[in-house]
Structure formats: C-alpha cells, structure tokens
C-alpha cells in the first residue's frame, strides 16, 4: 500500500492529511477529519447528501476519487458555513420554515444552496428547483417545498431585505396557547449544522477496538438450499476476529429467529419462520448466511467476498400470483395447505346482501369491473441501515439502531440473541428516514449477534445495494373488483378480492389484510359488500411497514373503480363521490359507523378547487401536453386498536420555576417525535403551570434504560397516545408537587419532604374506551380503531403525448385530523406523503433485483418530478376522543393520492394505467393504441389468486370461526353525538 500526504484549504484552514490516493473518494477524507457533516448515503453519487464545494463547483464527493482531486484545492463542507450558536441564514431558514425533517440530507442541500446564492443572489423559485435538479440532491421527507421556501427566505435576508426575526415564530407572545402553532423542532439546528451524529458517525467515533461487521450476503439466489458455507480462507485474512453463523449464535442460547404471530382467527398455525441468518436455505435475495467482523471495513469486506457458499437452486416464487398457481410447492414446508400453497390467510368482508352481490352488480344501472396491482414501492430512505453493539456500563447488551418500535424490537432481538430482555438495552440512533422498514429487528439482531458472539463492541453498516437487497418492502397487492351503481349515481354493490405478496417472513402479512378489508371503498357508504383478501409467501423482499401500511394497495383498485364508474354513467367524478360519501346515520364496510363525518365539508372546500383546476386544464391542453385533474378519496385509522397503550414520564428538575425532563419513546424517523412530545407535554402541563415556555421541558428520548414504553411510532397513534399519556404524566406530578394551600412546591422542597420528583403517565385503550372489537372472522365487521383521519387530493397533471412521460405539476389536500399540534410538523408530513405517493404512482419500484438496487434505478423522485404546488387545507376539526382535540397525522397523506395521479393521467389522454406504476412507456402504449382505434394494451386479465372467490367465501361460510365481539353492541357515547348503534 502506497499512501499520499496531501494537504487542502477547507473551509478556509489549509489541512494536512495522510491519505490511499487509490481507494479514499473526497468524501472519506473529510469524514476521516472530523467533518461529518459529509454524509454519505447511496455511495453512487445519486443522492447529494455528500455536496461539498471544490473550487467553486458542487460535488458529490462519495464518487469523487481523491486523487482526482489537486493538492491545494478549496473545499468547503457544511461545517464551514456556519455553526449552532452562528448559524448562516440558509442554516436558520432551513430550522425556521420546516426544512429540516429526519436532516440526513440537509447538509448536502445547504452546501448546495450556498453556491447558489453566491452565482446568483436573488433566484427565482424555479431556479431553485432547477439547481438541485441540476446537482442531484434528493430528500426523502419534504417533499422539498419547505427547501425551496428556506432558500428564498435566505436569500432575502442575505440580499438585506429580511432579517432572521421576520422568518421567526415569535412564542414568547403565545405562552399558554402553543397548541397548533410552529414551534421547531428541537433537534433541528445541529442537523442543519452538520454535527447531528447518524449511524456511520456514531460507528467513527467508537473506540478502535470496535470490531466493523460486514454481510456475507450471496445475492445470487432468491431461493436456494444452502449445501455448505466454507469458511476457511475468510478466516485467515488480514484482520478478521470472527465469522459468525447460525451456528455460532444458537450454540451460545440464541433462537437465531424473530418472534412470531398472528392478528387474525384466520391465519393458519404460524411457526418460527423469520430467521437472522440463513440456515438451510435462501428464502429471498437479501438473505444473510454469516457475518464477518474485523478491525477495518476494509479486511471486513475483503473477507466477506472470500466467503464461499455452496448453493442449489429451488423453485423461485417471485411475486403473489407464481406463489398460489396450482402446481406452486411450498416455500415453507411446514405451512398447513388450508388455503392451497403459500397463502397462510384470509380475511373476509360480508355486509348487507351480500348473497346476492353478484346479481346485483349485473342487473345495476352501471358497472365496471377491472383487475389493479399495487406495486412493492421501497422506502428509498437516503441513510441506509447501520447500527451498533456493545455491552454497557451496567454489563448490558446494548444495541444502537434507527429503530421505530423501540420496545418491541428489544422483545425480538433478546428472542434471536437468547438474552433476557431486562438485560437488553437498546436506544434509537439520530435516524435518516426510514418511512416504516425500519419497524424490523431483523438487521439489528444482526449486531446483537456479531456482539454476543464475539463479547466485542461491534458496528454494522451496509452500503446501499445491500441495504435495498436485505429490508423489507411495501407488500405488492393483486386485485379483482367491481362496483356498481343505479342511475342516479348511487353506489349499490362493490366485491374485491385481493391476495397480498408478503415475501418469505410471514409476520404483519394478517394484520395487513385488516387494512384492505377497511379501506376498500372508504369513506363511502357501500349498502352491500362481498370481499375476501388473502396473503401469501413469496421469494422477493419481506413485506414490513411503509407509511399507510395495506391501505395505499386497498385505494389502488377501488379509486381506480370509482372514476371508471363515474365515466360509464357519465358523471364527473368529483360528483360521484360528493354523492356516496357517508354521511351521519351511515356505516363504513365493517358495518360500524364512521367515527366523524367531516367528508361533505372538505368536499365543499376542495370543489372550487378542482372547478378551477379542470377549467385550467381544458383551457391550457394543447396537442402537444395534455393536461388532466384527477381527485381520489383517503384516509388511515388512527393507533393500534385495543392493545394500545402508552407510558411517559415528567421529572421536575431544579431551578427557580418549574423545569421538567420528559422521558419517552416517540421514536423519531423524521416527522418530529421531539416536536410533538415538546407540544404534548406543554399541552398536558398548561392547566397547572400556565406560564410554561419551551425553555422549560427537556426531552429525553428513546432509551430503554431511561425511558418507559411510549409505543410504536406507527400507525398515526403518537401523537394520540403520548398525547394520553403526557395528561396522566403531567397530572401525577402536578398533584405530587401541590401544597395544601393550592401552590406548587419547588424541586427543593420536594427533595426536603422526600417526595419523589420523577412520575409516570400510563395510558391504555382499554381503560378508557369499551367499543374496541376487531374484524369479525367470518364477515369482516368490526371496529378496531379509537379514531380515524381523512384525506381529499385533487391532482393536475401534464402529459406528453410523444412520449407518455407525465409529471405532476400540482396536488392539493384538503384533510381532517382533528385539531392539528403543531401546524408546521403536519405540513411536513403532508408534503413528504404527498411526495412518495406521487413516485408510488409514476416510477417507485423494487421488482427487478439488479435494475432497482439503487436509489436512482428504483424511481427516487428528484425536486423536478414532485411540483413545488403543493397545497395543504386543514378543515379545521376537533376530535372530541383525541389529546386536545387531536387525531393522528402521516399515514392518510400517503392513502390514495398516487391515484390521484392515475386518475388525473386518465382524464388527459384517456389511459388508465391499472397496475402501478405508471411508466412513460405504458402510458404512451395506451396514447398509441388509442389512436389507432385498439384496445388499452394495460388492461390485464382477471388474476388467479389461489381459487374463484365465491368458492372462498363458501368454505368460510361452511367453517365459522367464534366472533370476537358480543351479539348487542351498545356504541354511542364514544361515537358521532346523536348516533347510537346496536
């Protein structure tokens, strides 16, 4: 090896450094240094986190090789542009205006905005978008409005026309009505600094000792027996301490397995299926069979390569319908065969007269019918997946990682690892996005292993092709549906049967039909109703979380039915909704009613709207663009149902007024945990101490050691739960410190009395509400949520006829959260939502192994591909059941605006595209063969998804299982003031 001493003048310092001029990129060095602020994310230089300036120019220094780099040359990084007590006014626009979500991309994004301010001072929006465009800076979270906004602002004030003060939420003027305003987040100004530490930081701030662990991850099969894993050489290599396997972690207590369980009556008996490392087979590409840990990354990787695996090809099912097809074999061998290979469960829905849907739908008015796919969207999260391992000061194991359910994963790494929960730490690193894969401890019981193991300190991180190989993904859906109505428009019948990819770990696949057998046709009133949904093993990436979890598959195919049967009867679909919409006194498809009816009011404030954007539309289409609108109803449930619960704790700490720490888990992924337990727990201690600021509430989060169980952040339900929790909290303590005379004592007289200073806040559904009874076995009724969220989009799009390529140039969301807690944090989430949605609908795909294992290849949408028209429209709602009026907010920003999208492509040049996504090239097939008069080349056939569904719903029939809620329901106190239900 042949080293080089080169020196650089960064950020205005000439720096001296020892450097491999063959192997080190630009990036490497700099982080070598200390400047970490460098972040490194796809490691192709398709994502801008890595932005630095070299003499004058933008770069992306993960690709940029150092030697390609001349000695003396001028660098500046995020670090030189100011700090968290200096900050640059890009640094306190980006805080200030809501740029700063999960922040792993905010340092690349402000080294690139500084260089465009210097080129040019006063830029126009679109030459905003255009530079980031141009230097390939990518963000994951924003939607990138709130970046746009950040860069005008700070540019204004750079140019003298602004000052700091006019882009600041002033809360010295709001004390004691907080509640709903723009309060920031608290970690946001060190991640625009650049010295927030993410997972790789953390790794180079570990003592030397600290073993780095590389996959041996074969990635040639996705499904294969394993003959043998041959060791021998590996383990000579420079370097290397240990190579663990299977074997390895089970020989020292380990089950080597997550958890397993089931949410439904339905699903057949499940075993341990989902194992850590691979044993005797490849189950799917992403598989790990060993694990190589070393003193350098270098001798890991090295190592890793020079591990030899000896495989044999198996059957590979690669999607839902190869896995069900008659002659398919088992991928488990141990699964029962009740529904016919691979499909572990099904889940009914029957309601009204349901006998008879089938004639009801031939002899309606109007009908349509169509077969929908929903495709397997990765999360593209620009940090990938890296944690750590070591034992702690108190001889626990502790692991670090970008967990999201941060209990729950401890429950599933002491399960894999054999060690007893209470002798297992883990904390939620700083996390660059995750948008729901991050809810697996598959990979983190992967350090806990290479620790237990070894008894080293150990620190795991994947470069980009193996982090897309190994996590799990949105669950493709197939559908078969129809829905029929009489002639005025009037929903009459809808039936759907839909059968879920869940890849070859089982786990959720139940729970997840919960949500398509709920969101099919919401928030519609649908008098009668057959459907079945079914999930099935297959050979691809395991189905996880992902941010509206089942309902974005259920939207797929029944917003796609409602605009075709909108055209059949030719009505306007904005019509055709605002007249099947439920309303107070109607029941949703589980035949319970809907918590709240906001639905005719937020139609009536989108339908000016949309009347403008179609006007727009017709006025401004030309041979060349076709321009179209599109409008698609959504929505999530909020929590988790009856199993839901949440715990906090406030400790008064010392000082002249009242100071609190609030310790909770609200794991922050990037939609601002720390933003919503600060408001919540301003909120919960407003009523006895209505002075308190900001200032006075310290957060600590995510740590088990410290923090009590807050629950998952998922399901819309943190800001709920906490919420719930914080009110108990803030009580507790509020009665501790409170003298017989009605004032509140001090920290010191607290401590002089000997009365504890720190209390706890629990919360449980089942203390508070009695109406929680989920989806009926045998029909599908049931009602499994305390509240629910509503979201209407309104989509404009342009469409090239030459080519088919469509962008979307603007979306608007009218929404119902009840009461929101922080306006700027909605917004947010809105924006990224409405982001992803739009990538879900147009190029977002994991599908071919090779294509799509990068962030480009899978369809990341660039600034260019999302409008910087993004409209936000809070109805204005209370929640009478939620926290201060609150609901929950995320996942109905991402339920169905993606068809949205779909529909709006249709209504500009009459293609509907049915299995997502909808490509430039299906598009123009269909602008082709519409023109010569020929059928729609992307309409498919009606699938086989394991047996004809009214054969399905015969044999449920004839084996009923027990309901797991009483015959008389008494339903009203809880529910739409008047309504009550029996």
Known sequence: MNLKKMTLNINGADRMFICDPEKDTLASVLRRLGLTGTKVGCGTGVCGACSVILDGKVIRSCTRKIKNVKEYSSVTTIEGIGTVLNPHPLQYAWVHLGAVQCGFCVPGFIVSAYQLLLENPDPTREEVRDWFQKH????????????????????????GEKTFEDITYDWSKDVGDFYGKPLIRPNAMPKACGVCDYGDD????????????????????????ILNIDCSEAEKMPGVFQIVTAKDIKEKGGSNRLMTYAFSERTVELQQGHHVLAEDEILYYGDVVALVCADTREHAKAAAAAVKVEMEPLPEYMNYLEAVTPDAEKIHKWMPDTYGANI??????????????????????????????????????????????????????????KTMTLYFDRDEIAEAVGVPVENLRVIENPTGGSFGWAMSAHTYSMVAIATKVTGMPCSLSMDYAQFMAVSGKRSPAYFNAKLACDKDGKFIAGEFDAGLDHGPFLELGDDKLTKISRFMFYPYYMPNVVGLSRVAATNHSFGTAYRGYGAPQAFTASEALVDMLAEKAGIDPFEIRYKNIARPGQDNINQYPFLHYPMEEMMDKMKPLYEEAVAKAKAESTDEIKKGVGIAWGGYNVGLGAVDEAHVAIELMPGDRPKF?????????????DQGSLICTLEALKPYFPDITPDDVKLIQTDSKYCPNTGESAGSRSHYAN?????????????????????????????AEGIPTRYNGDWATVDEYDYFYDLDPNDGS??????YTYALFLAEVDVEVATGKTTCTGMTCVYWIGKPGNIQAVEGQVNGGISHSIGFALSE????????????????PYIKDVPDKLVSIDVGGHDPRGPFGSSGASEAFQSSDHMAVINAINNAVGVRVYELPATSAKIKAGIDALAKGEPNPNVPEPYFLGSD????????????????????????SLGKEGIEWK
């Open 136 to 159: 390939r800076n990518v963000c994951r979270c924003t939607g990138y409005k709130q970046i746009v906004d950040a860069v005008m602002e700070a540019a204004a004030i750079m140019r």
């Open 202 to 225: 953390i790794e180079l701030h570990m003592p030397a000792e600290t073993l780095k662990v590389e996959l041996v991850q074969p990635r040639k099969y996705s499904h294969a027996k």
């Open 344 to 401: 572990y469960s099904e889940l009914p829905v029957l309601k009204g007269d349901h006998e008879h849907v089938p004639e009801i739908i031939e002899d309606a008015a109007y009908s349509v019918e169509g077969s929908f796919y929903s495709s397997r969207e990765p999360h593209l999260s620009i940090e990938g997946d890296v944690m750590q391992g070591y034992y702690d000061e108190d001889n626990n194991l502790c692991v670090h990682c």
């Open 661 to 673: 720490r609030k310790y909770d888990t609200w794991q922050d992924q990037g939609q601002g945990g």
């Open 723 to 751: 919420g719930k929790a914080s009110i108990v909290a803030a009580k507790n303590i509020a009665d501790a410190m409170r003298k017989p005379d009605g004032t509140y004592r001090t920290y010191d007289e607290m401590v």
């Open 782 to 787: 049931g009602n499994p949520t305390y509240t």
């Open 845 to 860: 795909n994991y599908d071919d192994l090779k294509k799509h294992a990068n962030m480009f290849g899978a369809g990341v």
């Open 949 to 972: 569904l009214y054969d399905a719903i015969e044999e449920i029939k004839n084996n009923p299982l027990s309901p797991s809620k009483p015959e008389n329901v008494e339903f009203g």
